[in-house]
């Protein structure tokens, strides 16, 4: 299949050696390159920022708040709902014409708190209406969910263990909540989601296995969401190998989170910056070229954690310091080399 960077290069010789200076791609936005959805994660307290907004609304096509939907923002201690800052992320997306990703319903990493203390009958009474207020709410605003995320244990042995799945069943917990999401809204798109599918195979294989037995169950999963918050340093293949396992079931496949980090988290990173770029280049194409190769039908969306460099994640968790560069757009806005990846994985 020709590319856009096959082509890209072509010319690029081409100019070469007629001598002439090489044109810089056509700056096109990145939802008008995509033939799916062109995702982005934000969060309230950005909207009044130009430059962020004006890169958003031009380039992408899809929002997920980054926090504003989980129970840490809407379920108040005494279990009482606020969808105020929910609300104000569903007004933006509507106002920009941006569609709507629901994240996430149910997370291991949140709730205990609201929930300690609830007998069996009272915790699933609790976690059902909780389930059914929000996904009510934004019944018509928001397209999909993320209904359960991060069920898979961090090393892929098995399932997570936790105040969900301890009080409703390892298994029955993600069903009863994908059966009262689907009942609250049965025209929202409702994913798993889950990290590491393609950095560490096994986990990968987890995953899929649980979606196997959710589905067998008659479990209305619709999609498959990989967060692809990309270790370069893996292997060639495991990324494309796991796009290749997740499409059999025939499900919608949504790139979720997707940032590409230069940093090592595991050990001093002497690597050259050349050779992390690089390593980064190759990952994103390859998860790029992944997801292209999947029948139209199932890629839902290309879905990135963050607008600009600065504004990702990892350069806010104190430990990892700032400086990493691990998204399409830099502080400025202009497109990085992780972008020209993107876009060179792209069909011509
Ligand atoms: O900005 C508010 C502040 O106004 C408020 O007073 C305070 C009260 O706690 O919260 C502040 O918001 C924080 C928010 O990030 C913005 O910085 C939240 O506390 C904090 O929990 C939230 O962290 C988010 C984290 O998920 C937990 O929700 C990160 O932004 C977000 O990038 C991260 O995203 C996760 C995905 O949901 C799942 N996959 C992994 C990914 C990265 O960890």
Avoid at 52 to 76: C, G, H, N
Avoid at 79 to 96: E, K, N, Q, T, W
Wanted: net charge negative; glycine share 8%; charged share 25%.
């Amino acid at each position: 299949m020709a590319t856009r960077r096959s082509v890209l290069s072509g010319s690029l010789a081409l100019a070469a050696c007629a001598g002439a200076p090489a044109a810089p791609a056509a700056a096109r936005p990145l939802k008008d390159m995509l033939p799916c959805p062109a995702g982005v994660c934000g969060m309230s307290g950005q909207f009044a920022e130009a430059g962020w907004r004006d890169l958003v609304v031009r380039e992408f096509s899809q929002f997920t708040p980054e926090w504003e939907m989980k129970m840490e923002a809407i379920l108040r201690p005494d279990g009482s709902l606020d969808f105020s800052r929910a609300d104000v992320c569903a007004d933006f997306a509507a106002r920009h014409g941006l569609r709507l990703h629901g994240h996430a319903l149910i997370w291991y990493s949140q709730g205990a708190d609201q929930f300690a203390g609830l007998d069996k009958a009272a915790f699933g009474e609790a976690y059902d209406r909780y389930v059914l207020a929000v996904t009510s709410r934004y019944r018509g605003k928001v397209v999909s969910w993320d209904v359960v995320n991060e069920a898979v244990a961090e090393d892929g042995d098995g399932l997570r263990s936790h105040h969900w799945s301890q009080a409703l069943g390892e298994i029955d917990h993600i069903r009863r909540a994908f059966d009262v999401a689907h009942t609250a809204d049965p025209q929202a798109v409702l994913f798993l989601n889950d990290y590491n599918l393609e950095n560490l195979p096994r986990k990968g294989a987890t995953f899929l296995r649980l979606v196997e037995t959710l589905l067998k169950a008659g479990t209305p999963v619709h999609g498959i969401g990989t967060q692809s918050h990309l270790d370069v340093e893996i292997a060639e293949g495991q990324i494309a190998g796991f796009f290749r396992e997740a499409a059999e079931f025939g499900l919608q496949i949504h790139v979720s989170e997707l940032d590409a980090s230069l940093k090592s988290d595991r050990r001093l990173d002497l690597r050259p910056d050349g050779q992390r770029r690089a390593q980064q280049a190759a990952r994103v194409t390859e998860l790029t070229e992944a997801f292209m190769a999947l029948p139209a039908a199932q890629r839902f969306a290309f879905t990135v954690w963050g607008a600009r460099d600065p504004d990702s994640w990892l350069n806010r968790d104190a430990r990892a310091g700032s400086g990493d560069e691990p998204l399409l757009f830099d502080a400025s806005g202009a497109p990085t080399s992780m972008h020209a990846a993107v876009v060179g994985a792209l069909p011509a």
